[in-house]
T-cell receptor, first 115, second 111 residues
Framework: NAGVMQNPRHLVRRRGQEARLRCSPM?????VYWYRQLPEEGLKFMVY????????ESGMPKERFSAEFPKEGPSILRIQQVVRGDSAAYFC?????????????FGPGTRLTVT | SQQGEEDPQALSIQEGENATMNCSYK?????LQWYRQNSGRGLVHLIL?????REKHSGRLRVTLDTSKKSSSLLITASRAADTASYFC???????????FGTGTRLKVLA
């Protein structure tokens, strides 16, 4: 059973470009979380999605950031017009389709560098 | 700001010694989880303790939870160099979907 997969592992974008980060949850998992981690810091919650639904996006900046988890295919975190401050590691986690409170399985992360 | 705060922020010990990390939080929780993160990697789940539990063990790990003090501790006994990593607590509150992560403790175990 493959774990949570994220790609790309490393992404370099110039200021103003778009970044697309992908996350494929573990098989059978329908809950996906996105987190951002700055160097030497903890993870900050961004958004929680179920298939075709955004359940909680309270941690996501109102502008330039969006997330989706379509019926088919991976979850996508999209950052438009990237700025240097967007440079961080972005982690995706998935959990089983039960109501909260279970362990999360994390992907290896995507390290975004904005030049 | 993050709900969970770990202390110490950094800890350096000799192989074979025990390592204790603490996590404090602010609101009522459903459960608290501890994760490990090796440098440059994703997080690995270590242990989950529910709000009605006081202590849990898993191998060399021992976790305690004191809901009256809103705090938890993670004890790693007989530490090994391979335990070198950052350790995070994460809290989950009933009725929400969020997991709130603490700021982490960076543990270094010297061989």
């Amino acid at each position: 059973n493959a774990g949570v997969m994220q790609n790309p592992r490393h992404l370099v974008r110039r200021r103003g470009q778009e970044a697309r980060l992908r996350c494929s949850p573990m098989k059978g998992h329908s809950h996906v979380y996105w987190y951002r981690q700055l160097p030497e810091e903890g993870l900050k919650f961004m958004v929680y999605l179920q298939k075709e639904n955004i359940i909680d996006e309270s941690g996501m900046p109102k502008e330039r950031f969006s997330a989706e988890f379509p019926k088919e295919g991976p979850s996508i975190l999209r950052i438009q017009q990237v700025v240097r401050g967007d440079s961080a590691a972005y982690f995706c986690a998935s959990s089983p389709p039960t109501k909260g409170g279970y362990e999360q399985y994390f992907g290896p992360g995507t390290r975004l560098t904005v030049t | 700001s993050q709900q969970g705060e770990e202390d110490p922020q950094a800890l350096s010990i000799q192989e074979g010694e025990n390592a204790t990390m603490n996590c404090s939080y602010k609101t009522s929780i459903n459960n608290l989880q501890w994760y490990r993160q090796n440098s440059g990697r994703g997080l690995v789940h270590l242990i989950l303790i529910r709000s009605n539990e006081r202590e849990k063990h898993s191998g060399r790990l021992r976790v305690t939870l004191d809901t009256s003090k809103k705090s938890s501790s993670l004890l790693i006994t007989a530490s090994r160099a391979a335990d070198t990593a950052s350790y995070f607590c994460a809290t989950h509150t009933s009725g929400t979907y969020k997991y709130i992560f603490g700021t982490g403790t960076r543990l270094k175990v010297l061989a």
